[in-house]
């Protein structure tokens, strides 16, 4: 597996475990929905040919974080049990693979989950999303090192990761594919890279047009900005101690919705913070000190070698001036040319981190013997595929700017344009696609003539069929 440029940390690789989220993907229905008996998870929908559970995993193996605790729904569980025993690249990684009993349309909150499985996380940890895509030239290791001088210099609590909102792209569909995930304004200070406050959406709805913060905020830290560009990557680095808090706040259920941005808000809420300082101190002051020769190992060691263009500014020594921990939520905002990162979070994100991978492929047919009859010799395929090398490509066919999965059949004089197609699909001899997401298994009949559609995993589209825009979902249960 390759191991990007970065910190490495060495002996102090143990102090920390991840916790990772893989929900149902309600936002990437139709393709999340069930193929019959078999599930289609969120966690493993390709990416370039790649789940993107694996992107995920591979960024923790090279930040030498060595144990997981991976939730996921028990519908998901045979399948993703599957995948990480019998498809993972490394045995580095140690799985505990944890289901809960959720449905599709009524999933568990995020802070419900840590409430759950808070006995099996027996040290900080980073919580992230199974569908986040970290960008190339960012190492976790730099993130936890953040985090580790946090604690040290003034007891601070977490940190969270930000990333540049991206723009549509020219040919995107934002109509046909649903809206993205909107951004959200935050406010942040600088100087110590806080995170001050997040909008949600009761205080959107409560006042749209302004802004509402507390002169507490502002008198502690009076260099504060709003940013409105960014997106929340759902990567969060945390004190195990934030579990003693959530158990207090039982009414929260999102951790990005409610409990983070009431988080931010406590740090200068003197009297609140107070409160959960009696039942946290101790345990902080302890972290604190144990952290403080590993923070000091890690920076001299690892840490003056990697030069990357990433906000990360000392935070100031004991900020809350009483010698207590401050309970502050540390922020790190990562910059475009560290490169694409993204949330596959919805259809839209899907099809743009797929296009996105495409601007830097480079297609070759296979060289080896018994590959060279899966790409017809008179078949046009341009350089701008992604294209497994166990697909079968027909006399003519003619495919441009697509992403083809594993074991597909493409038939005689089929194009294929713009289009994302998963596992053994079967498109038809004179079959039209553009701008199209096919499910694993669909079929698509001889000439027919599908635009910007999108079909779940099992559809199967009569010869001479058009269509245009349709979202294709079904239940097998008519069946």
């Known amino acids: 597996m390759e191991v990007l440029n970065g910190p490495e940390v060495g002996s102090i690789q143990n102090d920390f475990m991840a916790v990772i989220i893989a929900g149902f993907g309600k936002d990437l229905l139709p393709l999340t929905t069930n193929y019959g008996d078999e599930a289609c998870p969120k966690a493993l929908l390709s ?79 980073v919580l992230l999303p199974c569908d986040f895509l970290p960008p190339s030239n960012f190492s976790l290791g730099t993130l936890l090192n953040r985090f580790r001088i946090d604690v040290l210099s003034d007891g601070a609590i977490g940190t969270a990761c930000w990333f540049p909102s991206h723009k549509p792209d020219k040919v995107s569909y934002i109509d046909d594919w649903g809206v993205n995930t909107p951004n959200c304004s935050i406010a942040w200070d600088g100087i110590s890279g806080t995170l001050l406050y ?46 003693t808090i959530l158990h207090e706040k039982k009414h929260h259920v999102s951790l990005r919705e409610e409990f983070l941005p009431w988080l931010c808000k406590l740090q200068y809420r003197v009297s609140k913070k107070q409160r959960y300082l009696q039942s946290l101190q101790s345990t902080l002051l302890q972290r604190t000190a144990s952290q403080h020769s590993t923070v000091r190992r890690s920076i001299h060691q690892r840490g003056s070698d990697q030069k990357v263009p990433v906000t990360v500014l000392p935070s100031a020594t004991m900020l809350s001036g009483t010698g207590q921990p401050s309970l502050r939520v540390g922020l790190v905002l ?9 949330r596959v979070n919805s259809i839209y994100a899907f099809l743009e981190t797929n296009r996105r991978f495409l601007s830097d492929a480079n297609f070759s047919p296979p060289y080896e013997s018994k590959d060279l009859y899966l790409i017809d010799a008179k078949a046009q395929v341009s350089l701008d595929n992604i294209i497994d090398g166990s ?50 298994g669909t079929r698509i009949g001889n000439k027919a003539e599908l635009v910007r559609c999108i079909l779940q995993a099992g559809s199967d589209i009569a010869s001479g069929d058009s269509m245009k825009g349709e979202r294709i979902e079904f239940s097998y249960e008519s069946y």
């Open 391 to 440: 697909t079968q490509v027909s006399e003519r066919a003619n495919i441009k700017k697509s992403v083809i999965g594993r074991h597909c059949l493409i038939g005689r004089q089929a194009r294929i344009v713009n289009s994302v197609l998963l596992d053994h699909c079967i498109i038809g001899e004179g079959a039209n696609l553009d701008g199209c997401i096919l499910g694993r």
């Open 47 to 125: 990416v370039a040919n790649r789940p993107i559970l694996d992107y995920v995993l591979s960024w923790l193996e090279q930040s030498k974080i060595k144990d997981i605790l991976l939730i996921c729904p028990a519908l998901h569980r045979v399948a993703i049990h599957h995948h990480i025993n019998s498809e993972m690249t490394s045995s580095s990684l140690r799985v505990d693979l944890q289901t809960v009993e959720e449905s599709r349309d009524a999933g568990a909150g995020t802070c419900a989950l840590l409430r759950q499985f808070s006995s099996r996380i027996t040290k900080d940890f």
């Open 334 to 342: 990562l910059d475009n040319s560290l490169g694409f990162t993204a």
């Open 198 to 243: 997040i909008d949600t959406p009761d205080e959107f709805d409560l006042n749209a047009e302004d802004f509402r913060f507390r002169t507490s905020m502002i008198s502690r830290y009076p260099q504060s900005k709003l940013l409105a560009n960014y997106e929340d990557s759902h990567v969060y680095v945390c004190c195990r101690s934030v579990l």
